[in-house]
């Protein structure tokens, strides 16, 4: 079973840093992409940033220029580099793991959520 595991969130005032990690483990097939989204209190969870097979990342437009995803694709591992936070960031941030064969099903693995809170 394929395990994906989030650390380095924490409560943070406005303006400051955190540095998010998420390790994937016991992985059979490719992954082909590893991101974060979040899920704030009454919201939909959403899209933060995420490295696709290849290199190319994708950024929500409200996190652009803050935030920077990078992956260690030795150690099956994708950090968020989160700067100059703001209340609104404050969400549970959850990392995700697609996995699977070139041209074939791909599965979606979802680590527990880790707690971001800004404080204003």
């Known amino acids: 079973q394929v395990q994906v595991a989030e650390s380095g969130g924490g409560l943070v005032q406005a303006g400051g840093s955190l540095r998010l990690s998420c390790a994937a483990s016991?992985?059979?097939?490719?992954?082909?992409?590893m991101g974060w989204h979040r899920q704030a209190p009454g919201k939909q969870r959403e899209l933060v940033a995420v490295?696709?097979?290849?290199?190319?990342?994708n950024y929500a437009d409200s996190v652009k220029g803050r935030f920077t995803i990078s992956r260690d694709n030795a150690k099956n591992t994708v950090y968020l580099q989160m700067n100059s936070l703001e209340p609104e960031d404050t969400a549970v941030y959850y990392c995700?793991?697609?996995?699977?064969?070139?041209?074939?099903?791909?599965?979606?693995?979802w680590g527990q959520g880790t707690q971001v809170t800004v404080s204003s």
């Open positions: 016991r992985i059979i097939f490719d992954i082909n992409a």
């Open positions: 490295i696709i097979s290849g290199g190319r990342i």
């Open positions: 995700n793991v697609r996995s699977g064969v070139r041209n074939g099903p791909q599965y979606d693995y």
